[in-house]
Structure formats: structure tokens, C-alpha cells
């Protein structure tokens, strides 16, 4: 049974940054498309990246934000630079097996991580 499994999460300053790692185990990472969303309290669930062999953002962490897998280790690493206080929220790992266009949408996820709180306040 495949699981994955969020860590990294933590209290930062504005315009620290910090990286985010999903590991999944029953499978590799390669065999799905793998996004990050989060959620901030009284807000919406939002997207923020995704990838499947290229990458996508959202808006608000464009230019901010990388997100890559490293194969050797089985993981998805959100890099998370120039922090905001907005950017405070939980973060959650999710995995699709739908076209990148269509991994901005959570419904097109089939499986989620437990989530991981970044917190950014000085």
C-alpha cells in the first residue's frame, strides 16, 4: 500500500527559506505525478506545485517556489524560498495520476499525506 509521508515543516522569519520533503513508499515517486497544496486558517485550499517530468506553480509562489523529486531517495522536495507570512499553512503531498494541466485541481489526486505546518512570523 502506498504512503506518503510529509516532514520539514517548522517556524521560520520572513525571507527565510525552507525545504519541504514527501517520501512515498510501495512505489516510486516516478510513477505518479506528485503536488503540493496548503491550506491556511479561515482560507481555501490552495495549489502550489506540481510535477510530472516538468513542473507548475501557483501564482502566488511563482518565482519562489521549486519543487523536484530526487529519485535516489524516493522523495518530492518543495524549495521554498523568500518566505511570507502568507505563506504560513499547513502543506500536504498528494499524488495523481491525470495530466499536469489538470493536477491544479485536488480532485485529481487519489492520495494525501498527513501535512506538515510552516509557519512564518518574526
Known amino acids: 500500500q502506498v504512503q506518503l509521508v510529509e516532514s520539514g515543516g517548522g517556524l521560520v522569519q520572513p525571507g527565510d527559506s525552507l525545504r519541504l520533503s514527501c517520501a512515498a513508499s510501495?512505489?516510486?515517486?516516478?510513477?505518479?505525478?506528485m503536488g503540493w497544496f496548503r491550506q491556511a486558517p479561515g482560507k481555501e485550499r490552495e495549489f502550489v506545485a506540481a510535477i510530472s517530468g516538468n513542473a507548475i506553480y501557483g501564482d502566488s509562489v511563482k518565482g519562489r517556489f521549486t519543487i523536484s523529486i530526487d529519485n535516489a531517495k524516493n522523495t518530492v522536495n518543495p524549495q521554498m524560498n523568500s518566505l511570507k507570512p502568507e505563506d504560513t499553512a499547513v502543506y500536504y503531498c498528494a499524488a495523481s495520476s491525470y495530466s499536469l494541466v489538470n493536477m491544479r485541481y485536488a480532485s485529481t489526486y487519489f492520495l494525501w499525506g498527513q501535512g506538515t505546518q510552516v509557519t512564518v512570523s518574526s
Open positions: 510501495g512505489r516510486t515517486l516516478s510513477s505518479y505525478g
